[in-house]
């Protein structure tokens, strides 16, 4: 049974950092990808980053050179690390997981609890 739980938000000013954790469970690295969605307040779910079963990675535009994913294979766990946070970063933050690589909502086979980020400006 595949299993996701996202940690790590909270209070951060703008400029600042964060680190986001997702416990996974009931599957490999090697076999789902995994990764990043935001949901700000009034809008629509979005893909940030994504990490695939090759080990490359994928960022959206908003995000790229801020943010960086990662996975602990020994640990079940993916990270985001946020840096230099923007008040539109604000949002509730979801680890979810697929068996292809379409990093939509819509083609999510799994998805984690949020934790909440907010940036003040």
């Known amino acids: 049974d595949v299993q996701l739980q996202a940690s790590g938000g909270g209070f951060v000013q703008t400029g600042g950092s964060l680190r986001l954790s997702c416990a996974t469970s009931?599957?490999?690295?090697?076999?789902?990808?995994i990764g990043w969605f935001r949901q700000a307040p009034g809008k629509e779910r979005e893909g940030i980053s994504a990490?695939?079963?090759?080990?490359?990675?994928w960022y959206a535009d908003s995000v790229q050179g801020r943010f960086t994913i990662s996975g602990d294979k020994t640990k079940n766990r993916l990270y985001l690390q946020m840096n230099s946070l923007k008040p539109e970063g604000t949002a509730v933050y979801y680890c979810?997981?697929?068996?292809?690589?379409?990093?939509?909502?819509?083609?999510?086979?799994?998805w984690g609890k949020g934790t909440l980020v907010t940036v003040s400006s």
């Open positions: 979810a997981a697929a068996d292809s690589s379409w990093w939509d909502p819509r083609n999510m086979n799994c």
């Open positions: 009931g599957f490999s690295f090697d076999d789902l990808y």
């Open positions: 990490l695939n079963t090759d080990g490359s990675t």
